[in-house]
């Protein structure tokens, strides 16, 4: 059993054919089918199915795939540490976030860390955040950002965002500074997730109230605020999200005021190595 047979195993996996995975291994479709039918010939038992449309992992194989994935996954450590032991900037850090965090503060901490370790892959992966949390309690990454991590938490805090109202240009409560949130809940209403758990209604929820009157209900921010310049209803959004022209718009503070907090958080099911602890440094600093 070599790394060449272990890496087609994988390819073949995840790709279902020959040729996507020669494409992903880098060697000839012969190649990975020599090296795929040695493997089963060694161990003396089918790993591939194989059809028309593709080929596909037996009972056997699918087993056989996740000690082939964890065997690659120690050799890939292996690597780092040596190249760590050997005082090189080697290795790499996955990281994952929900789309505003990439949006608005990550990115600049991203390039900062380029600029000085560009040596260290960055792999960066975007979802929601219950998905974040749910990678980061297996393993799966890294890092991550978590929104609004407990005060007890070894979170590093890399940013905040206030909550803030937005209203058509001519709604009647377009005048004023400060806007309760019982009072926008009673508006009529566009609600914007933005693919996290903490929104308008949880928001809402939490002080003992709720959304009146949802007239659309949207994933996106630009969406939502676009809805609202439309004048189908007012909306609660983050401040960052906010357009550079407010046309159509008008923008106002919650009182009491509301803000949201990114914290960069390590897995504890993980030995991340030093690529992952630089990138913590740089966020503290």
Known sequence: MNLTQIRSLIAVAEAGSFTAAATNVGVTQSGVSQALAMLEESLGVKLLARHRHGVELTAFGERALDHARAA??????????????????AGSVRIAAFPSVFSTVLPPLLRRF?????????????????EVEAWLEAGSIDLGVVLNPRAESDAVVIGQDAWVA???????????????????????????TGGC????????????????DVRMEVRDW???????????????????????????????????SLSRRFGLVASHKRKHGRAATLLLELARR
Do not use: Q
């Open 114 to 130: 380029r600029s000085l370790h560009p040596g260290i892959e960055l792999i960066a992966l975007e979802t929601d955040d219950r």
């Open 166 to 192: 937005v209203l058509p240009m001519a709604h009647r409560l377009g005048r004023r500074e400060t806007i309760s949130l019982a009072d926008l809940a009673a508006e009529p209403f566009v609600l914007a």
């Open 222 to 256: 630009t969406s939502a605020i676009a809805l609202v310049r439309e004048g189908v209803g007012v909306s609660l959004v983050p401040e960052s999200t906010l357009p550079e022209k407010l046309k159509g718009l008008r923008t106002a503070r919650l009182d009491p």
């Open 72 to 89: 690659l996954a120690h050799l890939d450590a292996i690597r780092k540490e040596a190249a760590e032991a050997a005082g090189e900037e």
């Open 197 to 212: 758990h903490v929104h308008a209604r949880t928001l809402a929820e939490a002080a003992g109230l709720s959304l009146a």
